[in-house]
């Protein structure tokens, strides 16, 4: 009994000691569920429920192809070297030499200097935290899209910053509107972050765009941070476009490119910020004081994938196939949807309700019942009206897998008649 006591007063102690940034003493005690958290619970409930009815993941947004064999081969030969046992800090030069050489040869970015205007990351979720750690103090403000990648956001705030949100809205092609943020939101702004292809409506950006943040950028002197994850997965006609190709961007701003999209190496976490070198040099130093490097061998390799683009090209006509099986199927039970240029997403409004009486009031409430009924999974985003997120990385062998997954999906949700 006392032993128990004494542990519940520990428990107390400890407790109140956690930071605001993450719920302080009411952290692990907060009912509401994350998003995420919520998906994953409502899919095992589904699963236990139905176990002979295999769920149908369009949700996760991870590629469900292994890294090619030779490059999982350089990772085995590199590993085994004693010279690649250490610690790399900010990352070997042959991978920034290649990290260069990719963006000449795929975006047509030249001039980057391989040896202050690039450095590597441990993905590119650990570049987005770190990066506002060298330039958000209390009450500046980053310049977010939504709904999108919330990471930067997320340690912007825990900095005692402020996140302005710019909704992506279908009128404006999902672009954000610059000329609606406030005198006194811009002068008090330090970063901005897009990320195009964009996470999750697939919509991509153009160069007058990309043009125009420029120069929104140097009037206003504020730091573009593009997140250009899924900016080589292009199909439809679109060629892969660098936010860095365009004239004045290195002077306001950086690009992160990730290997966990292009070249299927997920848990590799693997990545590469290029730009602007005085952005470089203080993610360099930040960077130094959080992490050792990523593991050499795992940066061979990313070599060979830098210097191998056709690896990309390869995956891209597969996420163009399965687009076009998917798009197809939902417009014939009756969604309004149109296929991307690039990226894996399809972003779709949801319905008002079905035929027999049940109404969906959020995208969140609409992904709960396809999970719940239908046993397919996906991402409900309510941030600028609401819509779910289909991802065209689910598991299939082959084509005749795919087309057997689309099909399963038309069944199961022609059963339902849904008013739009």
Same mark, same amino acid.
């Given at each position: 009994?006392?032993?128990?006591?004494?542990?519940?007063?520990? /428990?107390?102690?400890?407790?109140?000691?956690?930071? !605001?940034?993450?719920?302080?003493?009411?952290?692990?005690?907060?009912?509401?569920?994350?998003?995420?958290?919520?998906?994953?619970? $409502?899919? @095992?409930?589904?699963?236990?429920?139905?176990?002979?009815?295999?769920?149908?993941?369009?949700?996760?947004?991870?590629?469900?192809?292994?890294?090619?064999?030779?490059?999982?081969?350089?990772?085995?030969?590199?590993?085994?070297? *004693?010279?690649?046992?250490?610690?790399?800090?900010?990352?070997?030069? /042959?991978?920034?030499?290649?990290?260069?050489?990719?963006?000449?040869?795929?975006?047509?970015?030249?001039?980057?200097?391989?040896? %202050? !205007?690039?450095?590597?990351?441990?993905?590119?979720?650990? #570049?987005?935290?770190?990066?506002?750690?060298?330039?958000?103090?209390?009450?500046?403000?980053?310049?977010?899209?939504?709904?999108?990648?919330?990471?930067?956001?997320?340690?912007?705030?825990?900095?005692?910053?402020?996140?302005?949100?710019?909704?992506?809205?279908?009128?404006?092609?999902?672009?954000?509107?610059?000329?609606?943020?406030?005198?006194?939101?811009?002068?008090? +702004?330090?970063?901005?972050?897009?990320?195009?292809?964009?996470?999750?409506?697939?919509?991509?950006?153009?160069?007058?765009?990309?043009?125009?943040?420029?120069?929104?950028?140097?009037?206003?002197?504020?730091?573009?941070?593009?997140?250009?994850?899924?900016?080589?997965?292009?199909?439809?006609?679109?060629?892969?476009? =660098?936010?860095? =190709?365009? /004239?004045?961007?290195?002077?306001?701003?950086? /690009?992160?490119? =990730?290997?966990?999209?292009?070249?299927?190496?997920?848990?590799?976490?693997?990545?590469?910020?290029?730009? %602007?070198?005085?952005?470089?040099?203080?993610? +360099?130093?930040?960077?130094?004081? %959080?992490?050792?490097?990523?593991?050499?061998?795992?940066?061979?390799?990313?070599?060979?994938?830098?210097?191998?683009?056709?690896?990309? !090209?390869?995956?891209?006509?597969?996420?163009?196939?399965?687009?076009?099986?998917?798009?197809? +199927?939902?417009?014939?039970?009756?969604?309004?949807?149109?296929?991307?240029?690039?990226?894996?997403?399809?972003?779709?409004?949801?319905?008002? *309700?079905?035929?027999?009486? @049940?109404?969906?009031?959020?995208?969140?409430?609409?992904?709960?019942?396809?999970? @719940?009924?239908?046993?397919?999974?996906?991402?409900?985003?309510?941030?600028?009206?609401?819509?779910? @997120?289909?991802?065209?990385?689910? !598991? $299939?062998?082959?084509?005749?897998?795919?087309?057997?997954? #689309?099909?399963?999906?038309?069944?199961?949700?022609?059963?339902?008649?849904?008013?739009?």
């Amino acid at each position: 009994m006392n032993k128990r006591k004494g542990l519940s007063v520990m /428990e107390n102690f400890i407790q109140r000691l956690f930071a !605001e940034r993450i719920g302080g003493s009411n952290f692990g005690n907060d009912a509401v569920l994350y998003k995420f958290e919520k998906i994953k619970r $409502a899919k @095992r409930e589904a699963c236990k429920n139905n176990p002979n009815v295999r769920l149908i993941d369009l949700g996760v947004g991870e590629p469900d192809w292994m890294a090619e064999d030779d490059v999982v081969e350089v990772l085995y030969n590199q590993a085994k070297l *004693r010279e690649n046992r250490g610690y790399t800090d900010n990352g070997i030069q /042959e991978f920034k030499d290649a990290a260069v050489q990719y963006m000449e040869n795929v975006y047509q970015v030249h001039g980057l200097n391989s040896a %202050n !205007e690039v450095n590597h990351g441990i993905g590119s979720k650990s #570049i987005l935290a770190l990066l506002p750690l060298a330039f958000i103090n209390p009450g500046d403000i980053t310049i977010m899209t939504v709904p999108g990648y919330p990471v930067m956001g997320t340690m912007t705030k825990g900095l005692g910053g402020e996140v302005v949100n710019l909704p992506l809205l279908a009128a404006n092609n999902y672009l954000p509107d610059l000329d609606s943020l406030t005198l006194e939101q811009r002068r008090r +702004a330090k970063l901005l972050y897009i990320n195009y292809p964009n996470n999750p409506t697939g919509a991509t950006a153009t160069k007058e765009f990309f043009e125009k943040v420029v120069q929104f950028a140097k009037t206003n002197k504020i730091i573009v941070v593009s997140d250009a994850a899924y900016a080589a997965l292009t199909f439809e006609g679109e060629r892969p476009l =660098s936010f860095l =190709s365009v /004239e004045g961007a290195k002077d306001v701003g950086v /690009e992160i490119h =990730s290997l966990s999209k292009a070249f299927n190496m997920t848990g590799w976490r693997l990545a590469f910020v290029c730009g %602007n070198p005085i952005v470089i040099k203080g993610f +360099a130093t930040i960077k130094d004081d %959080n992490d050792s490097g990523q593991f050499a061998a795992i940066q061979k390799a990313g070599v060979y994938c830098l210097q191998h683009p056709e690896i990309t !090209e390869k995956t891209a006509l597969k996420y163009s196939r399965r687009h076009t099986l998917l798009v197809n +199927a939902l417009k014939r039970i009756g969604f309004s949807v149109r296929k991307p240029k690039a990226s894996f997403y399809l972003y779709v409004a949801i319905p008002k *309700r079905t035929q027999d009486g @049940r109404c969906f009031v959020s995208a969140a409430d609409f992904s709960d019942f396809l999970i @719940r009924e239908k046993l397919i999974s996906t991402v409900p985003w309510d941030d600028a009206g609401a819509y779910i @997120r289909f991802s065209v990385t689910f !598991e $299939a062998k082959n084509e005749e897998e795919e087309k057997k997954i #689309i099909n399963e999906i038309t069944e199961r949700l022609g059963e339902v008649n849904f008013a739009f």
